[in-house]
Nanobody, 122 residues
Framework: QAQLVESGGGLVQAGGSLTLSCDASGRTFRSVVIGWFRQAPGKEREFVTRITWRGGSTYYADSVKGRFTISRDNAKNTVYLQMNSLKPEDTAVYYC???????????????WGQGTQVTVSS
């Protein structure tokens, strides 16, 4: 059974950093790509970044480019999201998800974690 578990969220001041982790197990291990999405209160879920298991190809939303870094440890089946220079507008629940195709569209992701809250205070 596929499972994704996020961790590492919390409260941080603007300008600070956090690192999120996404532990994948089960069928998600056979996925092509792991993506990070976020959803703020009253807003739609938005794409943040994604990485391929094979080759480590990455892609970022413009809103996080240069501040966030996605990486993976294939041996641990874990994907990380290093978030630097955090802004209050980064406040959201962050989700990791797996997909069988290279995509940034949420509907194309098959399995999702439960989410982890990131709150950035001004």
């Amino acid at each position: 059974q596929a499972q994704l578990v996020e961790s590492g969220g919390g409260l941080v001041q603007a300008g600070g950093s956090l690192t999120l982790s996404c532990d994948a197990s089960g069928r998600t291990f056979r996925s092509v790509v792991i993506g990070w999405f976020r959803q703020a209160p009253g807003k739609e879920r938005e794409f943040v970044t994604r990485i391929t298991w094979r080759g480590g190809s990455t892609y970022y939303a413009d809103s996080v480019k240069g501040r966030f870094t996605i990486s993976r440890d294939n041996a641990k089946n874990t994907v990380y999201l290093q978030m630097n220079s955090l802004k209050p507008e980064d406040t959201a629940v962050y989700y990791c998800a797996s997909a069988q195709v290279l995509t940034t569209t949420a509907n194309h992701y098959d399995y999702w974690g439960q989410g982890t809250q990131v709150t950035v205070s001004s």
